[in-house]
């Protein structure tokens, strides 16, 4: 089964210097029916003026990614990580026992665009970590890539939870799939363009879940790019 959560019926945050689209509940959007889907518990969909951002705040217990998809974000830590992050890149922060961090458009005229991803560890009480890693876009054109895994597959991020996340960018014409084995769900995020989900048309911040699907198949409409969650129904592993 297919499940569509469109765009227009995301929570919303708005202030002078953000815009933020909620897919799940988060902050002040609470809705009891979208608290997340399986580990995946947060997917925000950010835009930060030039020169403003998120001061330093806490995380614990949670694995965090950033995917930037124009503009740059810069990153700092008290693990003492600094970075710039860019479209292509893919950053992934292990809170654990607890990390301090802030976000930060690292343009003085250029806004930046970026998803925030939380994702449920399979155990709490982790080292805080950092991985970066830079999949540029031909690897990710006509195909899914592999971005996140908990092996860190194919050099991909790791992330403390079973769960495979997949980035692909698709024009029309250009199909890609992906097969679900038993008791696996998954989650499409359309980070922009249009795509069709075993033949449900998505459109630019739309998102679905499937579940009880043994396949994938994702039909470029018009300049799409997105994210694809293969993961179990619990958050534990």
């Known amino acids: 089964m297919i499940t569509t959560r469109r765009a227009k019926d995301r929570g919303a945050a708005e202030f002078d210097w953000l815009q933020s689209r909620h897919t799940f509940s988060f902050g002040g959007y609470y809705d009891p029916a979208h608290m997340g889907f399986g580990p995946l518990r947060v997917i925000n969909e950010d835009r930060v003026v030039p020169g403003a951002g998120f001061p330093t705040h806490g995380h614990r217990d ?33 809170a654990g026992t607890g990390i301090r961090h802030s976000e930060y458009n690292h343009s003085a005229s250029e806004p930046v665009h970026f998803l925030q991803i939380w994702i449920i560890p399979a155990e709490q009480g982790l080292a805080p970590g950092y991985e970066q890693r830079h999949f540029p876009r031909d690897a990710r054109a006509g195909r899914l890539r592999l971005i996140a895994s908990p092996d860190g597959a194919d050099g991909s991020v790791t992330v403390h939870q079973d769960i495979r996340l997949y980035a692909t960018l698709l024009d029309a014409g250009q199909s890609a799939s992906l097969a679900l ?20 048309r998505l459109a630019a911040g739309d998102g679905a879940a499937a579940d009880g699907e043994t396949a994938l198949v994702l039909d470029g409409a018009r300049g799409a790019e997105l994210l694809v969650f293969d993961m179990p129904r619990s958050p534990a592993a």
């Open 181 to 200: 084995e038993d008791g696996r769900i998954a989650w499409v995020q359309v980070a922009r363009g249009e795509v069709a989900l075993n033949g449900q």
């Open 62 to 94: 949670m694995e965090i990614i950033s995917y930037v998809l124009d503009g740059a974000l810069e990153h700092k830590d008290s693990l003492g990580t600094g970075s710039v992050i860019q479209p292509g890149d893919v950053q992934r922060m292990s």
